[in-house]
């Protein structure tokens, strides 16, 4: 659907018209004449039109007037705007920045992962749907990057280190776990404690080819038995505050992952000791038995 001019005689008239498939072959279909141009413009008839219509539009509209013809494009400003006060906030620009400091990319990391955090905050999705939806808004720091810098950034978040003294068989220590500790370092203080935390657990499936170590078909909490999956834990401190991810392969039952969590915490966060709260399809009686939850 689309605006046209129709001239009749010396008047110009402004039409609302359509593109119509009839018989294999298109054919447009005025839906109304609106008036004629000059007296629409001398009320200010088009302006009053245009503002009526962008009310039903999600996205912002900017007219600008003048005898030339100016093409502007409008883009979102909240989401950037709010998030990256808080990527500031806590830190994770400059653990970023140190940890790539050793690295020579061609392409700005640090923006390629807020870029895809930011997306998955707002509306999730995969990285090829985050490389569409960004240009609606603005993001600085973005404008460089491609489809393949994200898949390249996803990769290094997923690259194993050197160091795998803390690894599990189905967890092998990669640069999302230095990220997460020097996150937990950063923003701790005096008060800090790990006293209390929660884990819980959920089940994330895929489709293609790939994930040979952690795919497997599982119970699935999506209702897709059909595909593989994977398993994924959520650890957060007394304050809410997300502490650390996990992951384990898709035919993992819950109650197997409570135990290598609490090790693996008592690793890398070396609290003193720490309660820890799960819902009951975690908990047995062997990793209920006494010693298994104390610093």
Request: a positive charge; proline letters at 3%.
């Amino acid at each position: 659907m689309f605006a046209r001019v129709k001239k009749s005689g010396n008047n110009q008239y402004l039409q609302i018209v359509e593109n119509k498939k009839i018989a294999g072959k298109v054919v447009q279909r005025v839906i109304s004449t609106v008036g004629r141009l000059d007296r629409l413009q001398e009320k200010g008839g088009m302006e009053n039109l245009v503002r009526s219509l962008s009310r039903f539009s999600d996205k912002v509209l900017l007219v600008l007037s003048g005898k030339s013809e100016i093409g502007a494009e409008a883009k979102k400003i909240g989401p950037a705007l709010i998030f990256e006060r808080i990527w500031e906030q806590l830190g994770i620009r400059k653990i970023l920045e140190s940890i790539l400091a050793e690295r020579w990319f061609f392409f700005d990391v640090e923006r390629a992962i807020f870029l895809t955090v930011l997306h998955r905050l707002f509306v999730c999705g995969s990285d090829r749907f985050c490389d569409k939806w960004r240009r609606d808004y603005r993001i600085a720091g973005v404008d460089k990057l491609d489809l393949h810098h994200l898949y390249r950034a996803m990769a290094f978040l997923g690259e194993e280190i050197e160091d795998q003294a803390q690894a599990t068989v189905s967890s092998p220590r990669c640069t999302k776990d230095v990220i997460e500790e020097k996150m937990f370092a950063h923003n701790r203080n005096l008060f800090s404690s790990l006293d209390l935390v929660f884990l819980d657990t959920t089940s994330i499936y895929f489709e293609g080819e790939g994930g040979e170590q952690l795919g497997k078909r599982g119970f699935s909490k999506d209702n897709r038995p059909d595909l593989k999956q994977m398993v994924v834990g959520v650890v957060l401190d007394n304050n809410g505050t997300p502490l650390c991810s996990e992951m384990w392969p898709g035919n993992t039952a819950d109650v197997e992952t409570t135990l290598p969590v609490v090790e693996r915490i008592r690793k890398r966060f070396q609290p003193g000791g720490f309660c820890i709260v799960a819902d009951r399809g975690m908990i047995s009686r062997g990793n209920r038995s006494p010693g298994c939850f104390s610093g």
